[in-house]
């Protein structure tokens, strides 16, 4: 039995050949047919996209034969990002669905985002390990009527579902740069230009690296990177444009930038959103992530809102909101869920959704985030790459506890003084912390105590 090293915390990702090939995800195909055992061979429905990479075609066709080989009828629904996976499993009402991406990840890599019914997420502790056995075994059961495969179209669908968020006719003028860096989100944009178009949403689209190409010629795009940006902030201003929005490569995050071309942090993002949902919901729950809380908190109590912090990572905030039947959720590296799209993230909602409230708060983007980030500077995620990851956070806890007001091991260590506070956690995949600094109003502290715990990190 040959380990699979593709199977991560919370999805599947490998280089191609060894890590991730065709046979492997034949076996990927027939370990998630096997481990929807409790289903009749008529019922088990499966929904399956792939994104735009050059593998992601002959690695989907080897999943689903995998798939239908364990008696499970397939539904391609072609070209996709992650979120028309979603869509399409909550939608058509199956039994679970399957993404064929590497999102950000190098040209010669590829993976899967898995889930199943309700687009429930399939991660290390709810079913991944179990398939990722069964794929490693290679010993299937044998099925008597093999699953049915079908290519089928659900965009328009989808599309309608997006238009949902937003109310037409609250739309101003305005001018949008979207560069989708030659990912899947293309096809989608060009889909929601047609609608703008037939309901008189005086929306103008300029499109950067607007096709859909594997080779990916302007490079991966993956704007939390500082290089990643050039493209869309140059194209904001030459065109005069009020906004920029970037996609990653399976849009499952979309990055802004204000009327100046300067980008924008998550962070500051989770609170505009929390706001136009608080506007159409009074009194609902919003979910946050402990990196960077207290500026979402302020926005969420003042709009009337109930914040509440989870975990960070994509199965916890999924999780939270369903117990709280919370309307949003967002984490400041530009993950947002949605209560209405089943829980899960999407990189489309948001941009339509800060299209609307700066059109309903007559303001400029830079005007709306500047406010906020002159109230709750932040430091941003630093990472630092350690020999000995927990006795260096081990340090900091023994320069600062006992002096805190507010301490928490949510995720990792947050603790909280007067006018700042700090987060401090270990990553699950390599040797690096990560720090997050925050403080009121007060930028020169925000610095100098990021520095301080920077040097004790790193001694």
Known sequence: MNKLTCFKAYDIRGQLGEELNNDIAYRIGRA??????????????????????????????????????????????????????????????VDGGIEVTASHNPMDYNGMKLVREGSKPISGDTGLREIQALAEKNEFVDVEVKGNYKKVSLLQKYVDHLMGYITPTNIKPMKLVINSGNGAAGHVIDELEKRFFELNIPLEIIKVHHEE??????????PLLPECRADTCEAVIKNNADMGIAFDGDFDRCFLFDENGDFIEGYYIVGLLAEAFLQKEKGAKIIHDPRLSWNTIDVVTKAGGVPVMSKTGHAFIKERMRKEDAIYGGEMSAHHYFRDFAYCDSGMIPWLLVTELLSVKGM?????????IAAYPSSGEINSK????????????????????????IDGISLEFDD??????????????????????DEALMNQQTEAILNILRS
């Open 420 to 441: 700042w506070r700090f987060n401090l956690r270990s990553s699950n995949t390599e040797p690096v912390v990560r720090l997050n600094v925050e403080s009121r109003s």
């Open 213 to 222: 190409d594997g080779k990916f010629p302007n490079g991966i795009p993956n």
């Open 386 to 409: 350690l020999a000995n990851p927990k006795e260096a956070i081990n340090r900091v806890l023994g320069a600062y506890k006992g002096s805190e007001l507010v301490f928490n091991e």
């Open 364 to 372: 400029k983007l830079s005007e709306t985030v500047k406010e906020r």
């Open 32 to 93: 998630y047919g096997q481990f929807l055992k409790n289903k009749s061979a008529e019922e088990k429905k499966i929904v399956v996209g792939g994104d735009v990479r050059l593998t992601s075609e002959e690695l989907k066709q080897a999943l689903a034969n995998g798939l239908m080989d364990a008696g499970v009828n397939v539904v391609d629904i072609g070209v996709t990002g992650t979120e028309e996976i979603y869509f399409a499993t909550f939608y058509l009402g």
